[in-house]
């Protein structure tokens, strides 16, 4: 059974830093690009960054450019996002994905597996 669990969401500041884990289990995604979704009340699930199976090719949403950087470590089947410089506009249900076919990919159905998401609340 696959699973990808996220960690280390909370409440923070603007201006501050969070970092955003996700460990993959049941299977590993070595071959396949993975990504962090986002999705604030009454707005539509969207894309924040994804990144190739290798690491070396990412894509961000304009609004987290220069202030998010998303990671993995395939020995640990992990992925990760760094959040500097939050803003009150990034609060939302952050979601870890996995399995898409190319970094390039930016919809929810491009992606197969999902964590339960995790909370990120920028407070002003």
Not at 4 to 9: K, R, Y
Not at 98 to 105: M, Q, T
Not at 109 to 121: F, I, K, L, R
Request: net charge positive.
């Amino acid at each position: 059974q696959v699973q990808l669990v996220e960690s280390g969401g909370g409440l923070v500041q603007a201006g501050g830093s969070l970092r955003l884990s996700c460990a993959a289990s049941g299977r590993t995604f070595n071959t396949k690009a993975m990504g962090w979704f986002r999705q604030a009340p009454g707005k539509e699930r969207e894309c924040v960054a994804t990144i190739s199976w290798s690491g070396g090719s990412t894509y961000y949403l304009n609004s987290v450019k220069g202030r998010f950087t998303i990671a993995r470590v395939n020995a640990k089947n992990t992925l990760y996002l760094q959040m500097n410089s939050v803003k009150p506009e990034d609060t939302a249900v952050y979601y870890c994905t996995a399995g898409g076919d190319s970094f390039l990919r930016k919809t929810t159905s491009d992606y197969p597996y999902w964590g339960q998401g995790t909370q990120v609340t920028v407070s002003s």
